[in-house]
């Protein structure tokens, strides 16, 4: 059988994302043994230490690996912030918000409305994601560079007591809320939660929807795709060589002249 599928993130998003959930799970548990006393009291002083590093290196690609998503795709940093994170809501969008907690415990119950190409909530949600993130990254440097970006105290920039306690609450309440909306995220983007059963594939897998799952979470964005055939592929089961609907298109176009 063959089915229609719209390519949703590109590698370098993919890369980006994959690069963020590693470093975080690699930073949360280094940051057990960073921040909680009873955690290195119990492990010990060498493990403790060893952790330590181990937090500051993960935070490495953890801040670089967006960054150079960031400027190597500028037009792509931009869609994100200001078509997605901050677009305006419309009436759909506000109707979904106002239903998508009844929708999250009975799903085949709640009518949605069609959305665009990113749902309203999970705009707002990605949003904090995104700057909680920042937050952290900003208070973690402050941190690190205070002690030393190198063993043995070398290469350090002492700041002062009052900025030292901004970078300690601005790193720990951002991670609370990182942490909040993360779970979200990842129980939501994980696709443990029905409707969005296999949704981790457009992250983790090859960035592409079927055209059925596009229609029922972004009906606008599907609609726009399909018309337009931009980033629409046929594929067939076994076939590893998809027709890729605009290139048919262009060429049927070009054949005419
Ligand atoms: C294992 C953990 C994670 C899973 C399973 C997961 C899953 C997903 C999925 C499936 C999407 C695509 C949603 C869509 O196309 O509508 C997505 C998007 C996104 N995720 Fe995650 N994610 C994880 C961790 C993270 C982390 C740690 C961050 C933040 C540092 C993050 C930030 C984002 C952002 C900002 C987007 C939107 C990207 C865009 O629209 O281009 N995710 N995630």
């Not at 920042?134 to 105290?153: D, E, H, K, Q, R």
Request: net charge positive; proline share 4%.
């Amino acid at each position: 059988m063959v089915e229609k599928y719209i390519k949703r993130h590109s590698f370098l998003a993919r890369f980006t994302h994959g690069t963020a959930a590693v470093c975080c799970v690699i930073l949360v548990i280094s940051g057990i043994f960073v921040f909680i006393p009873a955690a290195n009291n119990w492990a010990g002083p060498e493990f403790t230490i060893a952790m330590r590093w181990v937090h500051r290196i993960a935070a490495i690609p953890f801040i670089l690996v967006p960054l150079y998503a960031f400027f190597f795709s500028l037009k792509g940093a931009k869609h994100l912030f200001f078509h997605n994170i901050f677009g305006k809501w419309d009436k759909d969008d506000y109707e979904f918000a106002a239903k998508f907690l009844p929708y999250l415990f009975a799903p085949s119950k709640v009518h949605m409305p069609p959305q665009r190409e990113v749902k309203s909530m999970q705009r707002v949600a990605d949003g904090i994601l995104l700057f909680a993130g920042i937050f952290i990254a900003l208070s973690g440097i402050v941190l690190w560079l205070n002690t030393g970006l190198l063993p043995g105290g070398k290469w350090a920039v002492h700041f002062s007591n009052e900025t030292m306690l901004v970078a300690k609450i601005v790193h720990d309440i951002s991670f609370l809320v990182f942490i909040v909306f993360g779970l979200g995220h990842v129980y939501l983007g994980g696709g443990i939660f029905q409707p969005y059963r296999g949704t981790a594939r457009l992250m983790f897998g090859d960035g592409k929807v079927s055209e059925a799952d596009a229609a029922y979470h972004w009906g606008y964005w599907a609609n726009v795709k399909i018309a337009t055939g931009e980033g629409v592929s046929e594929e067939q089961k076994g076939n590893n060589d998809p027709v890729l609907i605009k290139e048919a298109i262009d060429g049927v176009k070009a054949n005419k002249r």
